[in-house]
Structure formats: C-alpha cells, structure tokens
C-alpha cells in the first residue's frame, strides 16, 4: 500500500509504423476494397563499432591531447587569477602607506 508504484516505459520494437492516412471514401455495395498496406520491414541493428589496437591507441590519443590541453589552460586561468589578485594586493598596501603617510602630515 506504502510502496510506489513506478511506470514502465514502452520498450522499442525497431518497427516503424506510418501514420494513418484518412481518405474520405463512399463504399457501395459492388465497390471492391484495397487491402491495407504492407508494413516496413524492420530496421536491421546497427553495425557494431570493432576497435583494432590501432583505433584504440589513436583514442588514447586523442583523449591525452584533450586532457593536456584543458589542463594547460585552466592551469593559464589559475595563474591569470593569482598574478591579479597579488598585484590588487599590492596596490592596497601602497594605498594604505600613502594615506597612512599623509595623515602623519597633517
């Protein structure tokens, strides 16, 4: 009673089925009916992707060079981000002299 209760999603078939076509007819006695329509065939699988050792040792890579890359430049924005903020700093303290050495003055 205190359990949920989860829905099942429709699994796919590989079937297409074609949306109905409604033609307005008149049907009289006599009048010969059309068969319905043949369903499409279904689609065959996908081919399965086979990785040779060459493949493999170009994905491997390929996956270095993106590692090497995103790490340089999020290694440039670390660096970018502590060079600005000690030179902010240094600032201050030269503010903090300049107004601290002026008032001594007055």
């Known amino acids: 009673m205190f359990q949920p209760k989860i829905p099942t999603m429709p ?13 307005p007819t008149t049907i009289t006695p006599g009048t010969p009916v059309q068969p319905p329509a043949p369903t499409a065939a279904p689609v065959p699988s996908r081919p399965v992707v086979q990785l040779t050792p060459g493949t493999a040792l170009a994905l491997v890579g390929a996956g270095t060079a993106v590692v090497l890359v995103v790490g340089t430049v ?4 670390l660096l970018a981000v502590a060079i600005t903020s000690a030179s902010v700093a240094v600032c201050a303290v030269v503010l903090r002299s300049l107004i601290a050495s002026d008032a001594k003055r007055r």
């Open 11 to 23: 699994q796919p078939t590989g079937l297409i089925t074609p949306h109905a076509v409604i033609r």
């Open 74 to 77: 999020l290694v440039s924005l």
